[in-house]
């Protein structure tokens, strides 16, 4: 980690961020503080409202966990955010996703609607939401036929929440990764699992 985690437990210095506290604790139960809510307590306020937006796209969205996760655990590859991964991967399982499609999921190099067939493991959800989080996190711009494809299967809430899901998720990537939260981001996926 680039700067030192804030103590644990955290020690506020006002009735209002010892509220921020609580309600970061309140999202974790029964989990502790994790790394990442430790080193944004180092800003109050951005903790409170990054602990609401996550909050949000983890627990309040109609996407199924699945496809959720499968979007979190692309974003993670691509940005190379191993502890993101060692999150997340799991996560996916849990909800559903094949060992086989989470092998496809970890592959290094870009997937492409238009061009690629669907792989192995995955579902045609699944698949269509992994090139939309894959494209979104390369490019930032989706091809309309990937954005056509999504639109086909999702309905416009869940496209909204997928793509939040993704761009949230790219945050949360890059500020790992820009201070090596948790210190595995240079690991690469299996190494970060085993240390």
């Not at 949000?56 to 996407?63: E, G, I, M, N, S």
């Not at 060692?86 to 592959?107: D, I, N, Y």
Request: charged fraction near 25%; hydrophobic fraction near 40%; charge should be negative.
């Amino acid at each position: 980690m680039r700067l030192p985690y804030t103590p644990n437990p955290p020690t506020p210095s006002s009735p209002a961020e010892a509220a921020i506290v609580e309600r970061i604790a309140a999202r974790r139960a029964p989990r502790p503080l994790q790394p990442l809510d430790l080193t944004l307590l180092h800003s109050p306020p951005v903790a409170d409202g990054w602990n609401s937006f996550l909050g949000a796209v983890r627990t309040q969205t109609t996407v199924p966990a699945d496809l959720r996760e499968i979007a979190i655990s692309r974003v993670a590859v691509v940005n190379r955010a191993w502890y993101e991964w060692m999150h997340h991967a799991p996560l996916a399982e849990q909800g559903g996703v094949s060992k086989t499609g989470m092998e496809v999921v970890k592959r290094e190099g870009g997937f492409a609607l238009s061009s690629d067939e669907r792989p192995e493991g995955l579902t045609e959800k699944q698949w269509v939401v992994l090139c939309y989080a894959d494209e979104m996190t390369r490019h930032v711009q989706v091809k309309d036929e990937t954005f056509a494809y999504l639109r086909k299967l999702f309905d416009e809430r869940e496209v909204v929440e997928i793509t939040a899901t993704v761009a949230c998720y790219n945050c949360v990537s890059r500020f790992l990764v820009a201070l090596d939260v948790g210190e595995k981001n240079g690991l690469g996926p299996d190494a970060a699992a085993a240390h």
